[in-house]
């Protein structure tokens, strides 16, 4: 609960004796650059394979010829858009951006940088942590509609190369009982996973304490803090918007 709280009274610093709008914005556009194109390689390369993988385990599985080929379409479409692509994707984000960002902080913080800007009268959780969160918030949900194509896509290339199903079958599967929800779903859950990720590594990071060997600790606190985070809120989310 102590750590609980100290991370909400963090949250709500993160507001206080705020810089100018010309100053955010840069910082914003900066951290969204390295944010989203660090993360696009790695986030279309695990969305494909898995989008292929789903799609040849689910033709597998189908053992009953009165279970049309189209199926496979449905099923990669409704797996990939509820939990692959955000969820997925997000647990990748973990350990590819919330790593950087707490070790990134957790070494400003042993190496003072974080002291000299608070001595200069900055608040240093606003000017560091608030554009990080920001650019998250933008760039992370645009990662998971690439994740969301490219897993498609690879089923797609799956099934239609190897003879499982033709292209029209799965085409067809895709639009299928197409529910317009699920995709706000995906959506929403995006932003939170998002959020998440980023305010959790920024304060392991933050708050630092020691040397090298702890910036080290606090970048694997960081991920690990925030996949249980994503799990979790994905099931409550699960459990509020589809029950």
């Known amino acids: 609960m102590k750590t609980l709280g100290k991370y909400f009274i963090f949250l709500g610093s993160l507001f206080n004796n705020r ?6 914005f840069n910082l914003v556009l900066d951290e969204s650059v390295s944010i989203g194109t660090s993360s696009v390689f790695i986030v279309a390369i ?11 385990q689910t033709a597998f599985n189908i053992v ?10 449905n099923i990669v479409r409704d797996m990939t858009i509820l939990e692959l692509a955000p969820t997925i994707t997000a647990i990748v984000f973990a350990g590819k951006v919330g790593s950087s960002i707490a070790s990134g902080l957790g070494t400003m913080r042993i190496t003072e940088q974080i002291d000299a800007l608070e001595v200069m009268g900055i608040n240093s959780a606003s000017y560091l942590v608030l554009p990080k969160i920001i650019a998250s918030l933008i760039m ?11 897993s498609i896509y690879g089923g797609y290339l799956a099934t239609t190369l190897s003879g499982i199903a033709t292209p029209e079958d799965y085409v067809y599967g895709l639009r299928f009982a197409f529910n317009e929800f699920t995709v706000t779903f995906m959506m929403i859950k995006s932003f939170v996973f998002a959020f998440l990720v980023s305010s959790i590594s920024a304060y392991k990071g933050f708050f630092t304490t020691g040397g090298a060997l702890e910036v080290g600790q606090s970048s694997t606190k960081a991920v690990t803090s925030s996949v249980i985070a994503i799990l979790l809120a994905d099931y409550f989310l699960a459990q509020l918007l589809l029950s």
Do not use: C, D
Request: proline share 5%; charged share 10%; aromatic share 16%.
């Open 19 to 24: 810089e100018s709008f010309k100053t955010y």
């Open 46 to 56: 695990v969305s494909t394979f898995i989008g292929a993988v789903t799609a040849v």
């Open 140 to 150: 992370y949900p645009l990662l998971v509609i690439l994740a969301a194509f490219l």
């Open 64 to 73: 009953s010829p009165l279970i049309e080929n189209y199926i496979i379409g």
